[in-house]
């Protein structure tokens, strides 16, 4: 246990933190440049100075450039077509081809989405530089600038969103553990007999049990509070006692859950185990990782009994957008009706004999 409680912390947080990324970088890049155009040279001059892409080659012909997309040393190919600049002078407009490796969904739907943004910027410069004539009278484009306003992550640094949820995951994984092979290791060394047939009432025991769990929770949650604000430099905009609060409820949630699971096994590594399946499912659909909106309809129904989900949306409420209480009251309630119903179900299922 010892391992579990002082090294997994640091290791969770600080690796976890800077590996979870969202960002997607060093995209594969390549081209096949038809027209040899000082407009196309700049379109993919474009792409060179991007810290996104990683220009891979230039091919020459499009057969060629699907062959080593096919390998996988290629994510993204632009084919510039023929008469790329005539177009551009003569009619105003021309058509471009980009090819995205979407085996991963996800990365490809973020790479549409830097592509379309270069070209949009270099449409924008093409069209001032063509600047329209009507009927002999120079016609200046109007540009329209916008000018985007980024709420509670001003630099879009993912580890804003992430640390909190890691902390989340960090604390939930080390009390429902330790408290799952607590009572367990009682049982694998033959203790607990002994202390059943002692005067302890089961209250007593079960809080003698949990409580060194219930303040090592905390004492995670100060830690790892603490590389956020120094190592991460995550603001905490919001009061840092409603954090502690919430928290101290949520603790009971977890400890319930491990109390419960420590009566139903025989040995740590059974316990180990069910307490890893409920944990990954739990974090899957916590929208720790992707957001619950995005989940179908059924699967956003029961992320509601998922108490995961709402520490998840409380720490990041509070530390990010400075919540209130009376903002996350409903959540609030709901964990302590967990709390409540969670330790009644787990005391209820603890037998000790006199």
């Known amino acids: ?113 830097y592509i379309s943004q270069i070209i949009a910027s270099y449409n924008q410069k093409i069209r001032t530089q063509l600047s329209q004539y009507n009927e002999g009278t120079f016609i200046q484009p109007q540009n329209i600038i916008t000018i985007p306003s980024f709420w509670y992550n001003k630099t879009l640094n993912y580890k804003t969103l992430m640390v909190p949820g890691i902390l989340v995951l960090l604390v939930t994984m080390l009390t429902l553990f330790l408290s799952a092979m607590n009572i367990v290791r009682e049982k694998e060394i033959g203790t607990l007999e002994q202390i059943n047939v002692t005067p302890i009432k089961k209250h007593q025991f079960i809080i003698g049990k949990l409580f060194p769990f219930w303040v090592l929770g905390l004492l995670i949650l100060t830690v790892g509070l603490i590389i956020a604000r120094v190592v991460f430099q995550i603001p905490i905009i919001g009061n840092i006692g409603l954090i502690y609060l919430f928290t101290s409820v949520y603790l009971l949630v977890i400890l ?51 108490p995961i989900r709402y520490f998840v949306e409380i720490i990041r409420m509070v530390m990010l957008k400075g919540a209130t209480f009376s903002d996350i009251s409903t959540p609030f309630f709901i964990i302590v009706f967990y709390a409540f119903s969670i330790n009644g179900l787990a005391v209820w299922s603890y037998k000790k004999t006199n």
């Open 256 to 306: 319930g859950i491990g109390l419960f699971i420590s009566n139903y096994t025989e040995t740590q590594q059974q316990a180990m185990f069910i307490a890893w399946f409920f944990t990954v499912i739990f974090i899957l659909m916590s929208g720790l990782f992707t957001p619950i909106e995005s989940m179908p309809n059924w699967a956003q129904q029961i992320t509601l009994v998922n």
């Open 1 to 113: 246990m010892l391992p579990i409680i002082f090294v997994l912390p640091f290791i969770q947080l600080l690796v976890l933190s800077n590996a979870a990324s969202f960002e997607v970088k060093n995209i594969k890049f390549s081209y096949v440049d038809n027209d040899h155009s000082a407009s196309s040279r700049e379109l993919i001059s474009k792409f060179q100075s991007s810290s996104y892409f990683v220009m891979v080659d230039e091919f020459p012909s499009k057969k060629e450039a699907n062959l080593q997309m096919q390998k996988g040393k290629v994510d993204v190919i632009l084919e510039i077509p023929n008469h790329f600049e005539r177009n551009l002078l003569s009619e105003k407009k021309a058509a471009l081809s980009v090819s995205i490796n979407a085996i991963d969904g996800a990365a490809a739907g973020v790479e549409n989405v």
